[in-house]
């Protein structure tokens, strides 16, 4: 157990819908990442937060959108979904978020139908 | 930019020895990590190199060499439940932040 907690496990929703995926880092870390994890692309780093502040930005499509709350946990939104956007989308934590380990959560599989 | 290889697959022998390699080109590099991730789980940290060398840590080690871009996670006495995928990462000191950069994995099957 890394320690991050991630919400839902699992979720199923329709193309075109919205949803919120959660994250809490572990207790003292103030860098959350998020990455999303499909068959064809591997591990893919969207966007990091820390202390509340946006810090770097990946791949991330302009339907997605993060955000870090004063009480440090992350989420991730995502909308006008399409089948692609099926994956395991991680989150991870560190305590500077500089070049240090990251604890990765358990994961979110969302699925699209 | 930034490039990783790692081989797709690898089979192995329980008891046996095995090393996966990975090659990198990155701009700034700052560190490679290998996490291990069994299907559908978390990745897990393994190990963390930025200089030159061998990182030893209980059944598992982790190589460096800046100057050729490379890195082998070397696996001792394999057991079943070290069949899973290996993942090199490295990071920049041009990124902001700590951001990972992952290869696409090494399936590792360990048999009896």
């Known amino acids: 157990d890394s320690g991050v907690t991630q919400t839902p496990k699992h979720l199923i929703t329709a193309t075109g819908q919205r949803v919120t995926l959660r994250c809490s880092p572990r207790?003292?870390?103030?860098?959350v990442y998020w990455y999303q994890q499909s068959l064809d692309q591997g591990l893919q780093f969207l966007i990091q937060?820390?202390?509340?502040?946006?810090?770097a930005k990946g791949n991330i499509l302009e339907r997605f959108s993060a955000q870090q709350f004063p009480d440090l946990h992350s989420e991730l939104n995502l909308s006008s979904l399409e089948l692609g956007d099926s994956a395991l989308y991680f989150c991870?934590?560190?305590?500077?978020?500089?070049?240090?380990?990251?604890?990765f959560g358990p994961g979110t599989r969302l699925l699209v139908l | 930019g930034q490039n990783i290889d790692q081989p797709t697959e690898m089979t192995a022998t329980e008891g046996a020895i095995v090393q996966i390699n990975c090659t990198y080109q990155?701009?700034?590099?700052?560190?490679l990590f290998w996490y291990q991730q069994h299907a559908g789980e978390a990745p897990t940290f393994l190990s963390y190199?930025?200089?030159?060398g061998l990182e030893e840590k209980g059944r598992f080690s982790s190589f460096l060499s800046r100057s050729k871009g490379y890195s082998y996670l070397l696996l001792k006495e394999l057991q079943m439940k070290d069949s899973a995928s290996y993942l090199c990462?490295?990071?920049?000191?041009?990124?902001?932040?700590?951001?990972?950069?992952f290869g696409q994995g090494t399936e590792l099957s360990v048999k009896p």
């Open positions: 937060y820390y202390n509340g502040e946006e810090r």
């Open positions: 991870a934590s560190s305590a500077r978020g500089d070049t240090e380990t990251q604890y």
């Open positions: 207790s003292g870390d103030l860098s």
């Open positions: 990462a490295v990071t920049s000191f041009y990124n902001q932040g700590g951001k990972l950069i």
């Open positions: 990155t701009s700034g590099f700052n560190g």
């Open positions: 190199n930025v200089l030159d």
